[in-house]
Every structure is written in C-alpha cells, then in structure tokens.
C-alpha cells in the first residue's frame, strides 16, 4: 500500500528559493491537493513531481491569502483545458470554508477566458466546507476545522489514511487549543515553523503571528504526536534549514522530525 506526502513547496509567502507551502497526499495512486501556492508554479511542481493530473480529483484551500491561493487558479484553468480536450475524466472539486468560496469564484470570473470559466459549476465545484465537517473519498477520511485564526479566516484538517495512520496539518499560523480534539496524538502532524527560535529577533516570526521551530516541537511533545513535520519556513537558511530545525526540535521533542526540501516525498509508514 503507497501512502505519502509530496512536499511541492515547503517555503512561506515571500520566499524565492524555494516555492510556496502546498502538499499532495498520495493514498492508493489518489491524490488530494493541498493549497497551491502563490502562482503557476504549481503546474511546474506537479509537473516536476511526476503526478498525472487525471489522479488529482480533490483539492482543499486552508484561505485566502494570496501564497496559498491564487495558484488555485492556475490549477482550475490547468484542469479546465484538459477537460476541454477531453484529457481528464469526471469531476474536479475544490473545498474551503465561505471566504474561499467568494475569492476563487471571484478570481476565476475576472481572469479566465470564458471557455474555461463554463467548467467552473458544470465539471468543476467549488464547495463550503464549514467547522468538523466530513468528506470521505475512495481512500482519504477527511475532516476540516477552523483554526481560529488571528488574521484571516483559515482552517486545518485531519484524515485517516487507509492503513489507519492519522495526519493534522494546522494551517500557517500557531496553534489554538480550542483545536485539540483535532489533532492530539496524530501520527503525522504538519506545523508552520516561520523560523528557528535561535533567530526570532531576525526573522520576527510573532509579529507576523507564526511559529518556529521550537514552538513546534514543544506544541507536538504535548500533544503526544509522533511525527512531526515543519513547513511555510523561511528561505534565507535554506542550506541549513534541515539540519538547523531539527536539531533546535531535538531539544524538546521525542518523536521523529521531518524539515522537507521542495519535491521531497515523506513516506507513511506502519
């Protein structure tokens, strides 16, 4: 059974060295997308990830901020043409909570050629999610919360993947208590960490309400999580971040660490 993560960008908003935070997770040779960054360089990270498009049928938006969002677009006019030439089979949707819904809807009818615009609605769905709602699909248990953000309104999932491994990802900003019931004692739980602690006075990720990489590790020591996987970083230690992070996360976590690269695959394992 093939499970895992395709890391496609692991950098945050106003990174150039590597390309904005979006994921796929991979169960079965079905693929469920994960944001998609802040432009068409979606279409050449799944392009580089070797992912046939006609397997990517589901795709969630955590909000609306423009490095998470606007290559939702791109992904939208992407399927729109192969459906036009009758390169993709059946439907595509797309889910987030009501904010999303306007944005996108909003972006597609300034910016796409009305051909492809006719998808959106007939092949194409774009559909509310709200707080705990479910969406099960072939092989992907799925819930999404709000993470009760600071800022804009966002929201996080978790699933359970068919070998009964658990995964939480958080969105981008620090953690919510009203959110345990969500993700305490996942397997894998993914985690904003803007920078090191070591450098908070550099990078200053509270000012920009984000977390490091020592906020992370504390965070999943006391949710009893047993992987822990950091992303939406910083781009100036790039060289050294996986090394860095994880070895700052050691000090006070337990469990496994995992600090990807762009394209990086992490596998689920039993």
């Not at 079905?30 to 998609?36: K, N, R, S, T």
């Not at 819904?101 to 007939?122: D, H, N, W, Y």
């Not at 996942?186 to 920078?195: I, N, Q, R």
């Amino acid at each position: 059974m093939s499970e895992q993560i395709i890391m496609l960008g692991t950098g945050s908003a106003m990174v150039t060295k590597c390309y904005n935070t979006c994921f796929l997770l991979e169960s079965n040779n079905e693929y469920f997308l994960v944001d998609a960054g802040g432009g068409n360089g979606i279409l050449a990270q799944i392009e580089k990830a070797q992912i046939n498009w006609n397997n990517i049928r589901n795709m969630f938006v955590t909000h609306s901020h423009t490095d998470h969002i606007i290559g939702a677009v791109w992904v939208i006019r992407q399927i729109s043409s192969l459906m036009l030439a009758e390169k993709y089979d059946g439907v595509f949707n797309i889910y987030c909570h009501d904010k999303c819904v306007e944005t996108i809807t909003q972006f597609c009818r300034l910016t796409l050629a009305p051909k492809f615009l006719k998808c959106v609605g007939e092949r194409i769905f774009i559909n509310e999610v709200k707080n705990a709602d479910m969406l099960k699909t072939e092989n992907f248990n799925i819930q999404f919360f709000d993470i009760f953000s600071n800022k804009t309104k966002q929201f996080g999932f978790n699933t359970i993947f068919q070998s009964g491994k658990t995964l939480a990802c958080l969105g981008d900003e620090p953690y919510n208590e009203i959110c345990r019931r969500f993700v305490e004692n996942s397997d894998y739980l993914m985690c904003e960490a803007f920078c090191r602690y070591s450098q908070r006075d550099i990078f200053k990720p509270y000012e920009k309400f984000h977390s490091t990489a020592l906020d992370a590790g504390k965070l999943a020591q006391g949710l009893g999580v047993k992987n822990l996987i950091l992303y939406h970083t910083e781009d100036k230690t790039l060289s050294t971040r996986k090394t860095a992070y994880t070895a700052e996360v050691q000090t006070v976590y337990s469990g496994n660490i995992y600090v990807p690269d762009d394209l990086e695959i992490i596998e689920i394992k039993d």
